[in-house]
């Protein structure tokens, strides 16, 4: 745990010595918005980070090295003091027209993740958004039972506040990284005003949700842990319960904050969720950097190769994106879309499979000449068929987008806290 204390501190040392901090006033009452913007200038649609509710920007300052190096313009954030949805969504809005932004991808984790969301709402007739990445995030702020409680949060003292912001942390038996992690962002924690602690746990909690028809039409990837997080498995079912066209990114470990504890996994996650836009007027890439990052994407995909065959890569299942397999060798359709393939950690118990007796009337199956290209992604038991190619105007398609090929009626269904929603697909 030392080893990667020390590393961690000695990353951000370099953050801190390589990116300045800029602040930016938005607002009529002088609200100070403070970020960190890496990468290419010339990209107008970069990837924009909202912090959870215990974070600041330079939460996320391992994706800012590890993909303004390789060519992405990242844009990292930290909230001023806004105490309701509305004021948000407007600041946020006058903050994106005055860095001259024609839309943005959102990367948001727990509390920043819910925002994102929110944003897509408001924005879904100015079309600012481009994109969702959900981290560890929800959906509907009665998860936390505290909606009764969001009038009040203004008038405790901070040390309150920050207990009430540490209650979910798990604390007790983490694994280093994860502890490291979360042992980092406690520290950032220090860092907020009585004010801002005040008017997050507000957002957090004031009585509200998401309507997710108003996302179908955006790129939406969510990601998640399966070890132990602030998130009941409950809250994360009604998540894929609202974006069924979404792909989805697991990570065996990681806490609550796995930016940090496992970055280079999720940098390497949010590289794939980008790629899709490469080529296209909304590419957070620089293009001149294209062919290099290849390579480096390559090699990193390589590397997986060979963890996997010595037996340090516990996977069994494939995320596949643009719709057709993907390769280390294979990065480029025939349409012009570029794929990566990266191993997921889905462990699957095995079925013993019952065994069948041949009769005569058996014959055996005709041998079809069919590539690697022409199915999509399909979970273990679950069948594949063969799929023409698409138009560099259509989406790509995903494992959910295929059972959203022929109509189907509209989606009904009841989460955890007994709300009823229904969407048409």
Known sequence: MAEH??????????????ISQQKI??????????????????IMCPLLCLPPAIGTGDAFFKQIIGLST?????????????????????GLTRLIDQLGLSKVHLFGASLGGYLAQKFVERSKHSKLVHSVFLCNSFHDTSVFRQNSLSGIYW?????????????????DGLEGRVAEATDFMVERLDSLSRSELASRLTLNCSESYVEPQNLKNIRVTIMDVFDECALTQGVKDDMYKCYPHAKRAHLKTGGNFPYLSRSSEVNLYLEIHLRQFVGTPYTALDPARLSQC????IEELRTLEELEKQGKLN????????????????????NGFHHVSIKAVVEEPECPSKPTERTDSDTPSPKLDLKDSDFITSKPGEEVSPIPDHSLESPPTSDWDSRLLSPSPPLQYTSTNGRTYNQDL
């Open 5 to 18: 204390s020390a590393r961690m501190e000695e990353d951000y040392i370099k953050f801190r010595a390589l």
């Open 155 to 171: 008038t405790l003292p901070a040390f309150m506040l920050r207990r009430t912001l540490l209650q979910h942390l798990p604390s």
């Open 294 to 297: 290849e390579a480096e994407l």
């Open 25 to 42: 006033v938005v607002d009529v009452d002088n609200e100070v918005w403070t970020l960190y913007d890496a990468g290419p200038k010339n």
């Open 315 to 334: 996977t069994d299942d494939v995320i596949h994106y643009g719709g057709q397999r993907a390769d280390s060798n294979k990065l480029t359709d025939s």
């Open 70 to 90: 390789r060519g992405y313009r990242i844009i990292t954030l930290s909230y001023p003091v806004y105490w309701t949805l509305e004021d948000f969504m407007k």
